[in-house]
């Protein structure tokens, strides 16, 4: 398989994997640091796996580390919201 569409696969799954951690560690405030972590040392595991080179891990770990913060930023003011109309 192309780096390209290893690429996809791991950014495409990154929702899935935050979620399986948000839920893992509900019950731990400010545990957003090592959830992070988990996510980044998981999708580093599955490309190195996958034997995609080096160089390419690098940006489609970037790539990763970014939709990481934004889909974390959006699940955080989505909660703001629901808690905000209780």
Same mark, same amino acid.
């Given at each position: 398989?192309?780096?390209?569409?290893?690429?996809?696969l791991a950014l495409t799954g990154l929702p899935k994997l935050i979620d399986a951690?948000?839920? +893992?560690?509900?019950?731990?405030?400010?545990?957003?640091p090592k959830k992070k972590k988990l996510v980044m040392a998981a999708t580093q595991?599955?490309?190195?796996?996958?034997?995609?080179?080096?160089e390419k891990q690098a940006l489609i770990l970037g790539a990763a580390d970014? +939709?990481?913060?934004l889909i974390v930023?959006? +699940?955080?003011?989505a909660e703001t919201?629901?808690?905000?109309?209780?």
């Amino acid at each position: 398989m192309d780096p390209f569409t290893i690429a996809m696969l791991a950014l495409t799954g990154l929702p899935k994997l935050i979620d399986a951690f948000e839920t +893992l560690f509900s019950s731990k405030k400010k545990s957003g640091p090592k959830k992070k972590k988990l996510v980044m040392a998981a999708t580093q595991t599955g490309l190195t796996l996958a034997k995609v080179p080096e160089e390419k891990q690098a940006l489609i770990l970037g790539a990763a580390d970014s +939709l990481t913060d934004l889909i974390v930023k959006e +699940l955080n003011d989505a909660e703001t919201k629901d808690t905000a109309h209780v």
